[in-house]
């Protein structure tokens, strides 16, 4: 069982910025803008702030933003996790949960910079229930909404999205295995069978030389996408 540390400061906090891979219009400058706002409002001392770039269904353990702010949570000693709102914490309810008693652990609570269910009492415990609900059903929406638009497209003969992880676009717009990214996906798929974390993966494939169509190495997000492939990255 994991340590729990005495309760932190109440007038130190540690911000975390979400930006979705779902919804971008609140992206990172925005929230980080907000959080500052909120700490001058409330003479809080914003001790620092972590950033994920990456879905709101991702588990706790592959988000290295939101590992690095419950470290600075203990470091700092703080007393809130804040963020500029519920659906930038998780948009899946029981991920949610676990993070509320990740940071609960580190001697803080989260706060919403909006002020929403943001209190101690059983009404507004339910209200942020509430909202995890509904973030959760939104991304549902989300997703079945860009599933739905992509088998429109390929109604009509068009390609849906971009050439997909795996595959290069042909002259005659048909789709070719591209064999250094299929290895790519099997070395994920092997190293997941492992045991390891996506986090640990894209650790590892930045330290063997692994690189992404831009040539930077792969992201946590890009490595997850290929983690949901199957063998054959479709």
């Known amino acids: 069982m994991a340590q729990r540390h005495k309760p932190g400061s109440p007038t130190v906090a540690v911000g975390y910025v979400r930006a979705s891979t779902e919804r971008q219009e609140l992206g990172p400058e925005a929230q980080r803008a907000e959080l500052a706002r909120w700490a001058q409002r409330n003479t809080i001392t914003l001790a620092a702030v972590h950033e994920d770039a990456l879905s709101g269904g991702t588990e706790i353990e592959d988000r290295p933003g939101l590992l690095a702010a419950l470290e600075a949570i203990r470091a700092h000693r703080a007393g809130v996790l804040v963020i500029s709102r519920r659906d930038r914490l998780a948009r899946d309810v029981v991920i949610a949960a676990t993070i509320e008693r990740a940071v ?13 269910g943001g209190g101690d009492s059983p009404a507004e415990a ?25 088998r429109a497209k390929r109604a009509r003969g068009e390609r849906a999205g971009n050439v997909p992880w795996g595959f290069r676009a042909a002259m005659d717009g048909r789709l070719e295995a591209r064999e250094d990214e299929q290895r790519v996906t099997e070395r994920v798929h092997a190293l997941r069978a492992e045991g390891l974390p996506l986090r ?20 946590l997000t890009q490595v997850a996408r290929i983690a949901r492939l199957s063998r054959t990255g479709t």
């Open 104 to 116: 609960q652990r580190a001697g803080a609570r989260v706060v919403s910079a909006d002020g929403v």
């Open 126 to 150: 339910f209200q942020r229930s509430i909202l995890d609900a509904v973030a959760q059903f939104e991304r549902a929406l989300i997703r079945e909404r860009t599933r739905a638009a992509l």
């Open 200 to 219: 640990a993966i894209t650790r590892t494939l930045a330290s063997d030389g692994v690189s992404g169509r831009t040539g930077r190495a792969l992201t």
